[in-house]
C-alpha cells in the first residue's frame, strides 16, 4: 500500500510517518530512485505499527521512548513511570491522560500492540501532538543538491529550447523554425541517459544499482550534449523575398552596424515608374525588381542580402559612378585589411570588398564577408549583395547560387 492510502487510514501526515521511518520505529519495504528518494510499500502489520505508534504518541511517549519499548519490551515499566511523571507535572490538560494510565498494571510490561490496545478506548478524544520533525543540515543540503542536478540534466535545456525560440519569435521579423528531423534525433540521443535513469528508478531489478551506476555515468557524460542540441533545434531564421521588406531588418543584423553597407545600399528600394499613357494620364508599372533577405543562427549566423532592379540610363550612369568612388574611398582606408577586386561574371562586372581566405566565386572553406555590386550596362540592371558567416564553411555565400 502507497504512503498516500496510509495517511488516509492512519490519520498521520505523509511528513511524520516518514519521520517515524527515519527514527526507525517502523521498516517497510521500498524502491529507491537514482536521486535516492524512497518510494514505501506498506504492508498490514505496517499500518497497524503506525496506528499503535500514533496511539502512544498521543499519550506523550516520546519517539525514543517507544523505540526503546519496541526494541526492549522489558524497559516499558521504567518508561511507562516516567510518562506518568511528566503528565502528573502537566497539571489540568493531562488529567484526562493520567486517569487512564493509573489504570494500567504497572508491575507488568507491555509490548506497544498491548499497550496501544489498553490505550485505544480512550485516546480517540485526545488530539494527536505535534511532531518535532527536524532534518539536519546536511541532508537538507544533500535533498537540494539533488534537485538541482535533476533539474539541470533533465529540464533547463527543455528551458532553454522554449527560451530560445521565444527570443526569436520577439527579435526577428519572419521567424520559421528549423525542422531538420536529424537535429531531433541528435537531442534524443544525448537525452536518452537522462530519460533511462528517470525509468529505471521506477523499476525494481536485481542488478539495478550496477545499472543506475552506469547510467548516471552516461548522463553526466552526455550533459554537454543536451545543451548544444536542445539550442541547436530550435534556433533564429528569417526569410523573405518580398522587396516591400527591403531594408527592414531587425536591429541586431550586423549589417545595420556597418557604415560601408549603409552607404552601399540605397535607402528605398526602385521598384516601380511612372509612364506616360498615350492619353496623356500618367501609371505606375512594376520594375522587374527582385529581392531576397535570410538570417540564420544556430551557434553562429549567416547574412545573405540581395537586391536588384533596373534603373533609366541616367540613372544608371549615375548609381554605377557613386557606388565606383565609394569602393575607390574605403580601398584607401582599409586595403591591408580588405580585398577590393573588380570581376567580370557574365553579362556583369562586379566589385568586391571582402574578407576570406577564398577567392570569389569559388567554393567556401571557412568563415568569411562579402559586400558586392555588380551592374550590367546591357540591360541597366544593379546588384546590391551582402554575404556574411560564421558558419565555418558550412554554408555557401548566396551570389554563388545567381544566374550571372
Not at 498521543?58 to 524497559?75: L, V
Not at 535607402?267 to 496623356?280: E, Y
Not at 529581392?291 to 540610363?313: C, G, H, N, S
Not at 562586372?349 to 551592374?375: H, V, W
Request: aromatic share 16%; glycine share 2%.
Amino acid at each position: 500500500m502507497k504512503i498516500k492510502a496510509v495517511c488516509a487510514i492512519t490519520g498521520l501526515t505523509d511528513r511524520t510517518i516518514r519521520y517515524y521511518i527515519e527514527q526507525k520505529l517502523i521498516a517497510p519495504n521500498y524502491t529507491e530512485n537514482y536521486l535516492g528518494r524512497k518510494t514505501f510499500d506498506f504492508s498490514e502489520k505496517d499500518i497497524d505499527e503506525l496506528k499503535s505508534i500514533a496511539t502512544l504518541r498521543k499519550f506523550d511517549f516520546t519517539i525514543e521512548e517507544i523505540r526503546e519499548i519496541i526494541f526492549s519490551p522489558e524497559n516499558s515499566k521504567s518508561i511507562i513511570e516516567n510518562v506518568k511523571s511528566r503528565i502528573e507535572k502537566a497539571v489540568l490538560e493531562n488529567q484526562d491522560k493520567l486517569s487512564v494510565l493509573v489504570r494500567l498494571n504497572s508491575e507488568k510490561p507491555y509490548t506497544v500492540f498491548e499497550l496501544a490496545e489498553q490505550l485505544t478506548l480512550y485516546s480517540s478524544a485526545i488530539p494527536m501532538p505535534k511532531e518535532t520533525c527536524k532534518r539536519s543540515f546536511g541532508k537538507v543540503v544533500l535533498s537540494v543538491l539533488k534537485a538541482t542536478i535533476t533539474f539541470i540534466i533533465v529540464w533547463l535545456p527543455v528551458f532553454l529550447c522554449i527560451f530560445a525560440f521565444m527570443l526569436g519569435l520577439l527579435q526577428y521579423e519572419y521567424p520559421r523554425i528549423n525542422t531538420n528531423p536529424l537535429l531531433y534525433v541528435f537531442i534524443f540521443l544525448s537525452l536518452l541517459p537522462s530519460i533511462s535513469v528517470l525509468i529505471l528508478s521506477k523499476i525494481n531489478f536485481t542488478w539495478k544499482r550496477v545499472v543506475k551506476i552506469i547510467a548516471l555515468a552516461l548522463c553526466i557524460l552526455s550533459l554537454p550534449f543536451c545543451f548544444i542540441f536542445s539550442l541547436g533545434t530550435t534556433n533564429n531564421r528569417s526569410i523573405t523575398t518580398d522587396i516591400k521588406n527591403y531594408r527592414k531588418f531587425d536591429a541586431e543584423c550586423l549589417a545595420n552596424k556597418s557604415m560601408f553597407f549603409q552607404e552601399l545600399f540605397p535607402l528605398w528600394a526602385n521598384v516601380r515608374k511612372s509612364v506616360k499613357l498615350p492619353d496623356g494620364s500618367r501609371e505606375y508599372i512594376e520594375l522587374d525588381s527582385r529581392y531576397y533577405y535570410r538570417f540564420f543562427e544556430v551557434m553562429d549566423y549567416t547574412y545573405d542580402i540581395y537586391a536588384q532592379w533596373p534603373l533609366e540610363k541616367e540613372e544608371f550612369d549615375k548609381e554605377v559612378d557613386r557606388v565606383k568612388a565609394l569602393f575607390e574611398e574605403y580601398e584607401l582606408k582599409d586595403s591591408k585589411h580588405w580585398k577590393y577586386p573588380v570581376i567580370k561574371k557574365g553579362r556583369y562586372t562586379c566589385l568586391f570588398r571582402y574578407q576570406g581566405p577564398n577567392e570569389p566565386f569559388t567554393k567556401a572553406t571557412d568563415s568569411y564577408e562579402y559586400f558586392i555590386f555588380a551592374y550590367d550596362e546591357e540591360n541597366l540592371t544593379v546588384r546590391y549583395i551582402y554575404c556574411d558567416s560564421l558558419e565555418n564553411g558550412a554554408d555557401q555565400p548566396y551570389y554563388l547560387e545567381l544566374e550571372w
